[in-house]
């Protein structure tokens, strides 16, 4: 069980139990896991005084003071106070608290410059942590690019640059069976500022091309590789440059590659 | 730190418990409505709402269902996000529904530099927007996870891991 306590925590589920997301049953689970673990209690409670802190720096002001009006509203009774204190307690006990108000400064100088310390490992390690969950996702997207390439069925189709963009290149490959055909764009150039490849399905005769997609967001892809739908009977692809958002018809003199599909 | 006794207190009807988790908890609560609103006055009217709200109803709160924040939490969006449908509200606000927590953030005056705000600053400033959506729909708006999977079509491991990295950069930078 220890190992999947470690598991659990990382999963993210406790997150999601203190925003109050999970169904129902799931969160009452939680709930009795945190009483057995005192680990995912710590964790949770941990978790919620981030979240609590975030949430007061949205608050425009700080509301401390129970407002009048609701005071009356939930019915206020009267307490008694207690007015007997023995006067020479008292003093004693204020010099005691101002002896340790003076210790507490002291302390807070060096206790400060620890958190400072420790703030920038722990940023470290966050961002680290942050590249590892990346590296991770980018493992599985190649896991399922090699099976795809390695399929039988698949037809390797390489995209020249054309005279408006000579040095560019891409390949197509196109899974039939499937109706899906991956674009390998590492040879683009990251698009200019609100322009966008579009991808096109070409049949030559009568030329009729075909939208099949775009390739969003470029540059946060970083192994360039799109997944575009494509089920018609293409005899060719090109790419183009086009408006954000893509166009109905592609702008010829803005195509970047071209390549015909292998007869077969 | 959840304060059971303080809670078992207030379920009780002690009014000194009450007045003790209104300080505890007010001021990220209107954090929350403030957000979802974006109208100091009327957030500060909601924030009293909801307050009555946990008086009255506190005896249903159940610990085995979540934290009691999260109670409180849940009762402030829908009482928020009630207000935001409402007709009246409909017909004299501009559209708020796209302006996320950051924004809420960043509309305070007295927020940057003050000494709270030094490390919520910078990871404010850092925040991916993925995350910055992901922590706008999850904590502040209420979607469930599906809701919010869908609309950043993302798939829910996804989400969850994602969600986890986002809140643990947000804790380091407040240590």
């Known amino acids: 069980?220890?190992?999947?306590?470690?598991?659990?925590?990382?999963?993210?589920?406790?997150?999601l139990y203190v925003y109050g997301a999970l169904p129902?049953?799931?969160?009452?689970?939680?709930?009795?896991?945190?009483?057995?673990?005192?680990?995912?209690?710590?964790?949770?409670?941990?978790?919620?005084?981030?979240?609590?802190?975030l949430s007061r720096a949205a608050a425009p002001f700080d509301p401390q003071v129970l407002p009048l009006s609701l005071k009356k509203k939930i019915g206020h009774k009267p307490e008694k106070k207690t007015s007997k204190y023995r006067h020479y307690t008292a003093l004693a006990g204020w010099a005691a608290s101002i002896l340790l108000l003076i210790g507490i400064f002291a302390l807070y100088d060096a206790n400060r410059e620890l958190n400072e310390r420790l703030t920038t490992l722990e940023l470290e390690q966050a961002e680290l942590e942050s590249q590892i969950v990346e590296a991770r996702e980018n493992a599985e997207k190649t896991e399922q690019l090699l099976q795809v390439l390695r399929a039988r069925d698949i037809e390797k189709v390489p995209l020249e640059g054309q005279?408006?963009?000579?040095?560019?290149?891409?390949?197509?490959?196109w899974n039939k069976a499937r109706n899906q055909t991956f674009i390998d764009a590492q040879e683009l150039p990251a698009p200019p500022q609100g322009m966008v490849y579009q991808v096109w399905s070409l049949e030559l005769d009568p030329l009729t091309p075909r939208s099949i997609g775009l390739l969003e967001d470029f540059e946060e892809n970083n192994s360039r590789i799109f997944v575009v739908e494509n089920s018609y009977d293409s005899e060719a692809f090109g790419i183009t440059l086009e408006p954000a958002g893509g166009s109905e018809f592609p702008t010829l003199e803005k195509l970047m590659v071209l390549g015909k599909v292998s007869a077969t | 730190m959840?304060?059971?006794?303080?809670?078992?207190?207030?379920q009780e009807g002690n009014e000194k418990a009450f007045e003790r988790i209104y300080q505890l908890y007010s001021k990220s609560i209107f954090g929350v409505i403030f957000t979802i609103l974006r109208d100091e006055a009327l957030a500060e009217e909601i924030l009293q709402d909801v307050f009555l709200k946990v008086w009255e109803k506190a005896p249903l709160y159940e610990p085995s269902k979540g934290r009691f924040f999260t109670w409180i939490l849940n009762i402030a969006r829908n009482a928020s996000i009630d207000h935001l449908r409402s007709?009246?509200?409909?017909?004299?606000?501009?559209?708020?529904?796209?302006?996320?927590?950051?924004?809420?953030?960043?509309?305070?005056?007295?927020?940057e530099g003050s000494a709270e705000?030094?490390?919520?600053?910078k990871y404010i400033k850092l925040l991916e927007p993925l995350c910055k959506n992901i922590i706008d729909m999850l904590f502040f708006k209420g979607y469930t996870q599906k809701e919010s999977a869908k609309v950043l079509d993302i798939p829910l491991g996804t989400l969850k891991t994602r969600n986890r990295m986002c809140i643990k950069k947000l804790r380091a930078s407040l240590k």
């Open chain 2, 117 to 121: 705000a030094h490390g919520l600053e």
């Open chain 1, 24 to 53: 129902e049953a799931q969160q009452e689970e939680v709930t009795r896991l945190i009483k057995k673990h005192p680990e995912l209690r710590q964790e949770v409670e941990q978790i919620e005084d981030a979240l609590r802190e």
């Open chain 1, 1 to 15: 069980m220890m190992e999947n306590i470690e598991e659990y925590l990382e999963s993210g589920i406790l997150e």
């Open chain 1, 163 to 173: 005279e408006f963009a000579p040095a560019a290149y891409a390949t197509a490959y």
């Open chain 2, 87 to 111: 007709r009246t509200y409909k017909d004299q606000k501009k559209n708020v529904e796209d302006e996320t927590f950051v924004d809420a953030i960043e509309s305070r005056e007295n927020f």
């Open chain 2, 2 to 10: 959840q304060q059971d006794f303080l809670i078992s207190q207030l």
